[in-house]
């Protein structure tokens, strides 16, 4: 069964841009989560998308969103893009809690630079 | 709120000797406690989790887990370290067991000396 598959996995942008990550959760899966993973801060929480809607936000600003497609898949968006922006994005993808063991399966990650 | 502390943001230890690998939550149990692993350039995989079932857990590779609410801790032991073993290790705790909001601690970094 694929795996958790994130678009693109590379990309470099300059201050001021925004960008958009793509995330294809498991085939059945109907749970996606985004987290930020950085040298400093480790990995942090942005959001978790339930059918289509968003169930928990992290402590991001209004620059970070996203969205759950009717087929699962998930996209975020990161506007006005700043130097601190540069992280490795993750998306992990789970059965409802309660269906599942709790566990989230991530993809690779889309690690964005900013210059 | 929740939190994750893992003590020792790098630990090296050589190949067959034990592996121990510090995780402390915040005082509330949490529904679900996990430890990842990252290999370079990739996501991350579960290792083992923590569900109430039992408080030593067995994982993948060889690695197992102690839960122990006296002391707040949720430590990864694996008695014999392989070269292949390094990378980087999360614990995580889950914030309710309705969401998957975790909290992960900030790492550590495992190497493995021939």
């Known amino acids: 069964k694929a795996g958790v598959t994130q678009t693109p996995r590379y990309l470099i942008k300059t201050r001021g841009q925004q960008v958009t990550l793509s995330c294809s959760p498991i085939s059945g899966h109907r749970s996606v989560s985004w987290y930020q993973q950085t040298p400093g801060q480790g990995l942090q929480f942005l959001f978790e998308?339930?059918?289509?809607?968003?169930?928990n936000k992290g402590n991001f600003p209004g620059r970070f969103s996203g969205r759950q497609f009717s087929n699962s898949r998930s996209e975020m968006n990161v506007s006005t893009l700043e130097l601190g922006d540069s992280a490795l994005y993750l998306c992990a993808s789970s059965l409802l809690a309660g269906e599942g063991t709790g566990e989230l399966f991530f993809g690779e990650g889309s690690r964005l630079t900013v210059l | 709120a929740q939190s994750v502390t893992q003590l020792g943001s790098h630990v090296s230890v050589s190949e067959g000797a034990l592996v121990l690998l510090r995780c402390n939550y915040s005082s509330s149990v949490p529904p679900y406690l996990f430890w990842y692993v990252q290999y370079p350039n990739q996501g991350l995989q579960l290792l083992l989790k923590y569900t109430s079932a039992a408080t030593l857990v067995k994982g993948i590779n060889g690695f197992e887990a102690e839960f122990k609410k006296s002391e707040t801790s949720f430590h990864l032991t694996k008695p014999s370290a392989h070269m292949s073993d390094a990378a980087e290790y999360f614990c995580?705790?889950?914030?309710?067991?309705?969401?998957?909001?975790?909290?992960f601690g900030t790492g550590t970094r495992l190497k493995v000396l021939a």
């Open positions: 995580a705790v889950s914030v309710d067991s309705g969401t998957y909001k975790y909290i």
């Open positions: 998308y339930f059918s289509e809607t968003q169930r």
